[in-house]
Structure formats: structure tokens, C-alpha cells
């Protein structure tokens, strides 16, 4: 299965400090989502994008957070202040539009707020 | 909002076992996918079944679309099943069903 790549794997952050997160998306994709999960927990869904523009946030994602498209393939998202209760699995994903179907997700970031 | 309802929450099961997961839903099933999150954190896309029935090795999947329910079967568990099954449609997630297989 094509694999979405993730970085850093692991990042830990002073709190307060802004951080960035990594996605590079497989070709052939259409959407692209955002999702966190604190340790033990569900995955929760953070933003979907759609031909470059946010189709839909949940109330998790606040002005806190952003995403962007920086050189036409790689995906951010940023964590303007990070808090403690950022800390948690940052995972990201693409919809396949092959036989396979479905979504694909990436190895994930695992973020740290000390 | 769409509501994922996983079940069991916790199940344990000696090593060549069989089991059943359920996952119910609150909205018309349109992208149902099932995933296991393996002990390392990793989200591996098991199955895309909005409908029907599909079968990969040990692993089958149903989902009845008209009674909003999806069902994964796992035959002859193995240690490496161990971790947590999650269901998802229109990619929002249940709970999960966290499986212990022992030897």
C-alpha cells in the first residue's frame, strides 16, 4: 500500500513554543485530513482539505491551529502556543482513489508538551 | 454529529480463538473503513467495505449498510492481532475494541 510520510516522528516542545508538523501525501490523492490522539484515547478528527482549501474543522481545531500547503506537495499543521493537553499522536491522511479505497494514514507525529 | 459505537470495549482471547467486533452507527454508512492501531501507535487500513462483505486472510469484514452496522471477524487469533480495532465512517472514529490475544 503507497505510505504516507510523516515527520519528525517525535517532537517534544517546550509549552508556549509553536510547532510545526509534516505530511507528505501520496500521489493520486484527493483528500487530506488532520487527526490527534491523546495517549489511550480515540482518533479524533482536527481538518479535512479539499483542492487546497479547509472543507471542514472541528471544534477541536481553533485558532490555534492552521494548516497550510507551503511548496504544492508537503501539508503542515501548526500549533501556534502549544499547551500541555496538546500532547498526543498527530496523524495525518489521504483517500486513495485506487481499488484499494479507503484512507491511508501516516506513522504519525508523537508530540511531547514539557 | 456522527455517532461511532464500538463493541466490545475490551476483549481477551486465547490464541486461536475466534471473534467477532461490532461497530454500530447513528448516520447512513457512506466510507466505512476498518483500522488496527498495532502496539507501536500505527493505523493500518484494514478494510474499505461501505457495503457488502470482504475477506483478506484471516480477516473478513460485513457491513449492512440498511441496519448501519459493520462486523469484523477474526478466525484463529494470533499474538500479532493484538492492539486496537478501530471503525470509522466518513472518517469519525469509535471508540475502539482493545484485543488481547495470549499464548
Known amino acids: 500500500e503507497p505510505e504516507v510520510t510523516q515527520t519528525p516522528s517525535h517532537q517534544v516542545t517546550q509549552m508556549g513554543q509553536e510547532v510545526i508538523l509534516r505530511c507528505v501525501p501520496i500521489?493520486?490523492?484527493?483528500?487530506f485530513y488532520w487527526y490527534r490522539q491523546i495517549l489511550g484515547q480515540k482518533v479524533e478528527f482536527l481538518v479535512s482539505?479539499?483542492?487546497?482549501?479547509?472543507?471542514?474543522k472541528s471544534e477541536i481545531f481553533d485558532d490555534q491551529f492552521s494548516v497550510e500547503r507551503p511548496d504544492g506537495s508537503n501539508f503542515t499543521l501548526k500549533i501556534r502556543s502549544t499547551k500541555l493537553e496538546d500532547s498526543a499522536m498527530y496523524f495525518c491522511?489521504?483517500?486513495?482513489?485506487?481499488?484499494?479505497?479507503?484512507?491511508?494514514f501516516g506513522s504519525g507525529t508523537r508530540l511531547t508538551v514539557v | 454529529g456522527i455517532q461511532v459505537e464500538q463493541s466490545p470495549p475490551d476483549l481477551i482471547l486465547q490464541e486461536g480463538a475466534n471473534s467477532t467486533l461490532r461497530c454500530n452507527f447513528s448516520?447512513?454508512?457512506?466510507?466505512l473503513q476498518w483500522f488496527h492501531q498495532n502496539p507501536w501507535g500505527q493505523l493500518i487500513n484494514l478494510f474499505y467495505i461501505p457495503s457488502g462483505t470482504k475477506q483478506n486472510g484471516r480477516l473478513s469484514a460485513t457491513t449492512v449498510a440498511t441496519e448501519r452496522y459493520s462486523l469484523l471477524y477474526i478466525s484463529s487469533s494470533q499474538t500479532t492481532d493484538s492492539g486496537v480495532y478501530f471503525c470509522?465512517?466518513?472518517?469519525?472514529f469509535g471508540a475502539g475494541t482493545r484485543l488481547t490475544v495470549k499464548p
Open positions: 448516520d447512513s454508512v457512506n466510507n
Open positions: 482539505f479539499y483542492n487546497n482549501e479547509i472543507s471542514e
Open positions: 491522511a489521504n483517500l486513495l482513489r485506487t481499488q484499494l479505497g479507503g484512507y491511508t
Open positions: 500521489s493520486n490523492h484527493l483528500y
Open positions: 470509522a465512517n466518513d472518517m469519525r
